[in-house]
């Protein structure tokens, strides 16, 4: 039986990611840029969000989509085994760098792309990188997270999630950073209170230790780098009085523009919020949390500040997609976006292998 809901849930899940990169990425124009306050000044001189019609030419998607596209297209494919679809996620991810003209990948995804050998037997393992950190995983990991939604799929989730950011990003703040994106995508289409969504995480982190132990690659040089992402996220949920997974978040009384890129730059690793692993999924979520009900104060929280806004965009907007659907989204920010119909084509595969 067809849950319409649920269904229509997964195609604005995937959809809104689309949104929410073209929106953060303006053909690399906000995405490159370092200061939010401009940005909402071009957007105020634009007329306002309201006013934004996402098209290919004007609002193009970034590396972001291209990617979350060919994960997406692996995991509704044909596969028996978990090899299999590893090689076939390896094989989509050196096919995709084809479509990358304008749209500004990054270095490390790039460069470990060309090490992939998918026919090869194992063919998508890549060295430890200590400075593979960066948000190349995360976020391209939104289909994972709607194909494996159900509390009971936790182990595939974290399995798949961990192994296909590996392929570029073979380092705990990067793969993690994977597979927060995929179970708050879970999340959101379980209908998860948000204010859950932290410390659930945390608890997965255990989980995501006893896979890479009993996986056995890399497990030392993992140990070492572990605590970064953890910390990290332990010290955000208390910063925000919600490590109980209970109590309702807290923000500063003033909380616009220029506070949230100060704040945004803090929890990087190197300046540019939403970069790396760990705060792409991190920025995406306070921008959830305090935005509300409202479409708007996503967009502007998630998508709009002087970090790697795409990145943050793409996650934001897919779990609101995954919550609420096409609730309050203007029809102009998604009706002529850039590869749209391949966006809602997967949506709707995505929705029909994980409800068989």
């Not at 003209?101 to 270095?107: I, K, N, Q, S, V």
Request: hydrophobic residues 35%.
């Amino acid at each position: 039986m067809v849950d319409s809901d649920l269904k229509k849930r997964f195609e604005a899940c995937n959809v809104l990611s689309g949104v929410g990169d073209a929106i953060g990425y303006k053909n690399g124009e906000w995405e490159f840029c370092r200061s939010g306050r401009r940005i909402h000044e071009d957007l105020y001189k634009m007329g306002g969000l309201e006013n934004i019609k996402v098209d290919s030419r004007n609002w193009m998607i970034s590396d972001d989509t291209v990617m979350h596209l060919a994960t997406s297209e692996a995991l509704v494919s044909k596969w028996e085994s978990l090899p299999e679809l590893y090689s076939k996620i390896a094989q989509k991810y050196v096919e995709c760098m084809r479509d990358m003209a304008g749209r500004a990948p990054g270095l490390t995804c790039s460069a470990s792309v060309q090490r992939l050998r998918p026919q090869v037997d194992k063919g998508w393992y890549i060295p430890f990188n200590p400075r593979g950190g960066g948000c190349g995983a995360a976020m391209r990991a939104v289909p994972i997270g709607l194909l494996y939604w159900k509390p009971e799929e936790i182990l595939l989730l974290i399995t798949i999630s961990i192994e296909s950011g590996r392929m570029t990003h073979n380092n705990p703040t990067g793969y993690l950073g994977a597979m927060a994106v995929a179970l708050f995508v879970s999340y959101a289409v379980q209908k998860k209170p948000l204010k859950e969504w932290g410390a659930g995480l945390i608890v997965t982190l255990e989980k995501a230790w006893e896979y890479i132990e009993n996986e056995g690659r890399d497990v030392e040089e993992n140990r070492g780098a572990w605590d970064y992402f953890k910390k990290s996220w332990t010290d955000y949920l208390s910063l925000r009085g919600i490590t109980d997974g209970i109590s309702k978040p807290k923000f500063p009384d003033t909380y616009k523009v220029s506070e949230r890129d100060k704040f945004y730059k803090s929890v990087s690793f190197a300046g540019t919020g939403g970069a790396s692993g760990h705060d792409a999924p991190m920025i995406a979520y306070d921008a959830l949390l305090s935005a509300g009900d409202s479409w708007e104060e996503l967009c502007l929280r998630s998508m709009l500040h002087g970090g790697d806004s795409d990145s943050t965009g793409i996650i934001a907007a897919a779990c609101w997609g995954g919550m609420n659907g096409y609730r309050d989204v203007p029809e102009g920010h998604y009706k002529k976006l850039e590869y749209l119909d391949r966006l809602k084509t997967q949506g709707k595969k995505l929705y029909e292998k994980s409800t068989k």
